[in-house]
């Protein structure tokens, strides 16, 4: 008795999910109004922003250990093009500083105006979690956060590393700030 229940509501289950991909998935409609790929990804970002976080981190770790492995190859085909390549450890005060602003003063500013905005409106508990998840800020606060501290650490390992090593931590910073900025 129970397994031709199972078959039944085996069935119908599949009757139903195959009526959904064929009118709602094929209609005009929601191809129209379908999520882009970067909204996509920002709402997955936004709602797993720890581990996208730590990504980012060992991502940038995977970077400079390439720059490292590729030196040889770098110094040869493309430090000849750019003659002032030692200028790029002076970039690293700029990307701090800009950091430590966007960080300590935009967010809590954008974070708060949003707050007082929502703070008399009686779907507060609603919007709210909405902006949190759908936003993308928690993941570009974590990962300023992170990017600060990467740079603060290289900043550290400074006095042990040799120039070539540092430009590395240098390049990847940048290419970490830009990331963000896309």
């Not at 809590?108 to 936003?135: C, D, E, F, M, T």
Request: glycine share 4%; hydrophobic share 50%; aromatic share 18%.
């Amino acid at each position: 008795m129970l397994e031709m229940y199972r078959r039944v509501f085996d069935t119908l289950n599949r009757s139903v999910d195959r009526e959904i991909k064929g009118s709602i998935f094929q209609s005009e409609v929601y191809k129209n109004n379908k999520w882009s790929v970067l909204e996509r990804w920002i709402v997955l970002w936004s709602s797993h922003f720890k581990k996208y976080t730590c990504l980012m981190f060992f991502l940038s770790i995977l970077i400079f250990v390439n720059l490292i492995l590729w030196q040889p190859w770098i110094k040869a085909n493309v430090l000849e093009y750019t003659k002032q390549w030692k200028e790029m450890i002076g970039w690293q005060d700029t990307f701090l500083a800009g950091q430590l602003t966007i960080v300590g003063v935009v967010y809590p500013l954008v974070v708060g105006l949003v707050s007082v905005y929502l703070q008399n409106r009686s779907a507060k508990s609603v919007i709210l979690p909405i902006y949190h998840n759908y936003s993308g800020f928690m993941f570009a606060g974590m990962s300023g956060l992170s990017l600060a501290a990467f740079i603060l650490a290289g900043y550290f390992m400074r006095a042990s590393l040799s120039d070539k090593y540092y430009v590395a931590i240098c390049m990847v910073s940048a290419v970490w700030l830009f990331l963000m900025f896309v």
